[in-house]
């Protein structure tokens, strides 16, 4: 295995100084791909999505001599074919559309395709990166999206803070949505990626809010007596499912947003949490009813819960996207980041870290954020499902927390 | 790992003496006393030396004889410091609650890996503050209930509601009120310390009680 590392320090943010490093692992099988430089900074994001994908391989455009512009001719591409799979061109023109050939190096096909403008210049070249991949490997692509998380400063202080950010999937453009002295945990995207759900102990207890983040508009869920937790919302974005104790004891119930009605999914004498939607009829949850934390799944409206997982003593907090599930699963004292398809057996550990926690997947199922530990700090982390490629993402400043993969953007 | 071991050794011994003793000597070291809580998990995952397992053995049944032979007697481990003051009736005042000599003053009750149980040397400690509300029906407590960095942040808040709940069900045998106790989960948020281990993963397992207005 061929081992290289990247690390590229991106532009500083206007508000906060973050560094991005990219560490990854290039395998022969990983299909090699060259970028023509574009106008502005599409091709560097382009080929920094492609590469974080862990399919493709990026080759340099310098190894590439005579390769004619945007729109020139594409006789002999050929004589690169041992050299790259395919080649990118493209430019923008004075509306902001960016104009992409994609070709293909052993045949000279040639497919073409334009990106719209958009006000915010990076989107477009995300959305770029997304067609090439899926012309590439049939899979949707998943770059165009956004990433929610916390981050905390002085954690193990009075004076800690919480922030509740939303970046692109790069990391790049960090907004803050919410920022309290309380804890702030677990956001959640709504499915048409418009609205944040979130808890907050503003209120010196726990509370779920839905926050729009262009308008920032918020609503209390649940304001419950005991815990309000652990908000995940239906596909459909009916339902919300969530962590209540009103009866004592930790459960799963669903709330429906419309009319507030208030659905019990389980009752054991066990903590029962952590809920996320497999399809619109069923959830997955932890509980720890068989003696330690694991994964069970019910049907939404309640019954009888099955038990999904049953290697290593620890495995919690579930996300599920386009029929894949990742979790967080203990081996010997150390938490790991695990991925399958539901119902699969094919069960691949995604992370090495030892305190590896809170794993959401793309809406493609393709790549998994997660949480690892480095030192005293909590680093995010983006890694490829086969595992080659691996980034981190990390705010200088804070602990960062709990990502959410959005949904597609619309 | 030697090193560490025999650092351990010697507060687990005057933890070990002291009780035994049940001298008046307040120790107001919350380092001393958390070195005896790393201490029992260090001699829980190596579980080799007989020695050392018995001095643990000790501890714990001195802290259990105490508690059953004389609740005047109270044997507080907050952090495992061994403090031992008098906590009888003549204690419980509201004037109590500021004395740092006082029983009253330790306000933060540990606990064990993924357990809301309550250990037996902190029941003397839980009986006190709620026979201080049985006797004011007007205080109110917040028991704020922690978890340490290992395990999911939404199952931690459950597990630290429940240490909570497990500290209030205790209280509500002592006489205190449900009504004047409110309980909090607070998962993993708040630590006391940042650091990982157990030394530091001890002190943030905890329950703190916050009396309203005092």
Redesign the interface.
Known sequence: MNKIIFTLLFLLLPTLSFALELSLEETDDSIPITIMPISGKASGIIAADLKRSGRLKIINHSKLIGVSPFGGSIAGINKFSDVTDYIVRGKVNQEGVLAIELISTSDAAVTRFNIPANKRARRVAHQAADKIYQKITRIKGAFDTRIAYVVVTN??SPN?Q?RLMISDSDGENAQTILTSKE?V??PEWSPNGRVLAYVS?EG???AIYMQNIFSGEKVMVSGRR??N??PAWSPDGKRMAM?L?ID?N?EIYTVNLESGQLTQVTKSDA?D??PVWSGTNSIIF?S?RGG??QLYQIPAVGGKARRLTFNDK?N??ADVANNKITF?TGQRGA?HIALKTLGGTDKVILSNGR?D??PSVSPNGAMVAYVT?KG?QNRLSVVSDNGRARQFLSAPAGDI??PAWSPYLR | MNTLKTKLLIPITIGFFTLVGCSQQVQNDPDAGVAVNAGEAVINSSGKGANRGSKKSNIRSTVSSNVRNNQSRAVKRGGGAANINRADGSDLTLAGLKDPNNLLSQRIIYFDY?KAAIRPEFMVLINTHAKLLAKYPQLRMTLGGHAD???????N???S??RA?SVKRIMGTQGARASQIR?????E????????GERSWQKNRRVEIKYDNY
């Open positions: 954690k193990a800690r919480f804890p945990m677990s102990f010196g207890e726990s005991g815990i937790g652990a962590n104790s004592g930790s903590i949490t952590e932890t720890n330690s934390p620890y919690s907090a967080v938490f305190l926690e809170s530990k005293n927390r709990e | 993924d960095e290992r395990g999911s942040r939404e199952y808040v459950a597990l509601e429940n709940k309980t909090v989960g607070y998962g948020e708040v630590p006391i310390v940042a650091g990982k």
